[in-house]
T-cell receptor
Framework: AQKITQTQPGMFVQEKEAVTLDCTYDTSDPSYGLFWYKQPSSGEMIFLIYQGSYDQQNATEGRYSLNFQKARKSANLVISASQLGDSAMYFCAMREDSGTGTASKLTFGTGTRLQVTL | GAGVSQSPRYKVAKRGQDVALRCDPISGHVSLFWYQQALGQGPEFLTYFQNEAQLDKSGLPSDRFFAERPEGSVSTLKIQRTQQEDSAVYLC????????????????FGPGTRLTVL
């Protein structure tokens, strides 16, 4: 089973509008973290936002917010006031914290390509 | 400060050749990860180092793939007898050591090495 599912291969949004990128996840680990990364055409992965499984509040970072619905196992990214520079691939990723205290690998979804239009 | 750097940025190899990909993590970052990103896909985990110790190599696709980090800083991913299916972008990421009870430590990614095997 896919651990991270991003069902939107591509999305369009008009400049200055808000857009939601969907992400669902599957894990049996009670402790985990969810990340969103942006990958422009240049290729580097840029960290956007993090949500821990025990965090009570939804994470926010500037124009980015994470709509975390634990019971539904979803962690959707909301970008407000879209800008042309937001056009990129967006990846949702999960880190399962198995309790060893060491850093853990990220498991990524297949990504959503966002295109911001005028 | 300087981010994660990788070299070369592009590598073309003939099938059967050996290649070596280099990663310079952010200074002071204990954890180092290698990921493989096939065209149109999300990155997939290959291996993880904590300092010089390779703690997880479960993602290496075959024994043709070998990674090392002998002094706990620079890492090299070596692929022997390259095959066409090895063509991908190889991403390196580093992060601070993560202890339980602390908040997250995001992974900082390098620009990647695009490997094309002819």
């Amino acid at each position: 089973a896919q651990k991270i599912t991003q069902t939107q291969p591509g999305m369009f949004v008009q400049e200055k509008e808000a857009v939601t990128l969907d992400c669902t996840y599957d894990t049996s680990d009670p402790s985990y973290g969810l990340f969103w990364y942006k990958q422009p055409s240049s290729g580097e992965m840029i960290f956007l936002i993090y949500q821990g499984s025990y965090d009570q509040q939804n994470a926010t970072e500037g124009r980015y917010s994470l709509n975390f619905q634990k019971a539904r196992k979803s962690a959707n990214l909301v970008i407000s006031a879209s800008q042309l520079g937001d056009s990129a691939m967006y990846f949702c990723a999960m880190r399962e914290d198995s309790g060893t205290g060491t850093a853990s690998k990220l498991t990524f979804g297949t990504g959503t390509r966002l295109q911001v239009t005028l | 400060g300087a981010g994660v750097s990788q070299s070369p940025r592009y590598k073309v190899a003939k099938r059967g050749q050996d290649v070596a990909l280099r990663c310079d993590p952010i200074s002071g970052h204990v954890s180092l990860f290698w990921y493989q990103q096939a065209l149109g896909q999300g990155p997939e985990f290959l291996t993880y180092f904590q300092n010089e110790a390779q703690l997880d190599k479960s993602g290496l696709p075959s024994d043709r793939f070998f990674a090392e980090r002998p002094e706990g800083s620079v890492s090299t991913l070596k692929i022997q007898r390259t095959q066409q299916e090895d063509s991908a972008v190889y991403l390196c990421a580093s992060s601070l050591y993560r202890d339980r009870g602390k908040t997250y430590n995001e992974q900082f990614f390098g620009p990647g090495t695009r490997l094309t095997v002819l």
